[in-house]
């Protein structure tokens, strides 16, 4: 993969992946972390996320339940000019899950350092928003 027109963020995630894989792949779970967002059930159905200003739309591409979710992903009204994917991959590790997000496809420079910083940034509150919920879990458990 050429790291200069692809955006990859990996962390290991304190939440098993029966935890992080709604908030990867509903709609709900994705507007936990990302934006207020439609992801179809079916491969081929339109994704839609509401980013402010701006929305993203695209396609999804694959579902393999629960590891990996993949769409395509463009702007509205400002289109990146070709072709990009988002993919995660939860990896199972027991109590752990281990979260790839990669969006690949994009133009180097200003344009890949833009989506670089989105993910980021969106990145962490994924993780932070899964490992509050498997918190939550625990506690509702054990009491």
């Known amino acids: 993969?050429?790291?200069?027109?692809?955006?990859?963020?990996?962390?290991?995630?304190?939440?098993p992946r029966?935890?992080?894989w709604p908030l990867l792949s509903t709609p709900d779970g994705l507007g936990r972390w990302l934006?207020?967002?439609?992801?179809?059930?079916?491969?081929?159905?339109?994704?839609?996320?509401?980013?402010?200003p701006a929305a993203a739309t695209g396609t999804l591409l694959a579902v393999d339940s629960p590891q990996h979710v993949s769409f395509t992903f463009d702007w509205d009204g400002a289109p990146?000019?070709?072709p990009t994917v988002v993919a995660f991959d939860a990896i199972d590790h027991g109590a752990a899950t281990h979260?790839?997000?990669r969006h690949v496809g994009l133009p180097g420079g200003a344009?890949?350092?833009r989506h670089?910083?989105?993910w980021r940034e969106r990145f962490g509150r994924l993780v932070r928003v899964?490992?509050?919920?498997?918190?939550?879990?625990?506690?509702?458990s054990a009491g």
């Open 1 to 15: 993969m050429d790291e200069r027109h692809s955006v990859q963020l990996q962390a290991e995630v304190h939440a």
């Open 18 to 20: 029966d935890v992080v």
């Open 35 to 52: 934006e207020p967002a439609e992801i179809p059930a079916a491969v081929g159905g339109r994704v839609r996320i509401e980013f402010v």
């Open 80 to 82: 990146i000019g070709q």
């Open 99 to 101: 979260l790839t997000l």
């Open 111 to 113: 344009v890949r350092d």
């Open 116 to 118: 670089d910083a989105l």
């Open 130 to 140: 899964a490992e509050e919920a498997a918190r939550e879990r625990r506690v509702a």
